[in-house]
């Protein structure tokens, strides 16, 4: 078992893998997992051999059980207070990520663990996920965003049912109410990924990635203010090359050749 915390795989061409390996701690995070989350995160950022991000958890327990707890210990105010703003701002460079995510969640997805996944664009769930926000339980609520992200994807009832009763649900439950687009087996979980994976590599980037902005942006705006958003970039990308030709291409009845211009 290598010594690495966090796994960085090319499963195919173009998709990566971000696979957080701390099985012997159900991939809890911690403050070194967090920064190397970041470190990942913007080298990927700025890797245009890469189009999409599966993230994992090592094992077959867990995808990210939350915090590690351990770190908590002792009052110390500041520290803590330290560590979830660091905890936000990652999470947030997740959800902001010019390119696809995909959480392929098997076993628990808590707490923090969730949070990353409420943080990507879609979630496949295994007939083992088991997804909460169990802070209350600690005395604590959510800090990485858990109340918010959760109650935009599933409304303020269900998200208070989850959080309010530290309430579990499972992979078939999250894929009921729209949480998660897919529910397989275990031994599914990586193949489901890669097919949505592979799908997405048929796009142009720089439309991929306006699109990508535009659903997590324009959600939060008045509905006029998000159109004129939407025509803004429909406009812009017209004129790229890759919008030319997309266009050319589906005219002369073949593939489009992208370059991401």
Do not use: W
Request: net charge neutral; charged share 25%.
């Amino acid at each position: 078992m290598t010594d690495e915390i966090l796994l960085r795989t090319t499963l195919e061409p173009g998709i990566v893998g971000l696979t957080f390996n701390r099985p012997d701690k159900l991939n809890a995070l911690s403050t070194p997992l967090v920064r190397t989350l970041e470190a990942e995160l913007d080298a990927i950022a700025s890797d245009a051999s890469v189009r999409v991000v599966i993230l994992m958890g090592a094992g077959e327990r867990a995808f990210v059980a939350g915090a590690d707890i351990a770190e908590y210990r002792g009052n110390r105010a500041a520290a803590f207070a330290a560590y979830q703003f660091e905890s936000r701002r990652v999470f947030d460079k997740l959800e902001a990520l010019p390119k696809p995510t995909i959480a392929a969640i098997r076993g628990y997805a808590l707490g923090g663990g969730f949070e990353v996944a409420l943080c990507c664009d879609l979630i496949i769930c295994s007939h083992s996920a088991r997804l909460g926000l169990p802070e209350g339980l600690l005395g604590l609520s959510p800090g990485g965003g858990g109340t918010q992200r959760l109650t935009r994807a599933i409304g303020r009832p269900m998200a208070s049912d989850i959080m309010l009763a530290a309430r579990r649900i499972t992979g078939e439950r999250a894929y009921q109410v729209g949480l998660a687009v897919e529910l397989t087996s275990d031994d599914r979980l990586l193949g489901a990924a890669l097919e949505r994976a592979r799908a997405m590599l048929k796009l142009a980037p720089g439309a991929q990635a306006e699109m990508k902005r535009l659903i997590r942006q324009g959600f939060d705006a008045p509905l006029p203010v998000a159109q004129s958003l939407e025509q803004e970039v429909l406009n812009r990308l017209y004129s790229t090359h890759d919008g030319q030709e997309g266009i050319e291409a589906f005219l002369d009845k073949r593939q489009p050749e992208f370059r991401g211009e």
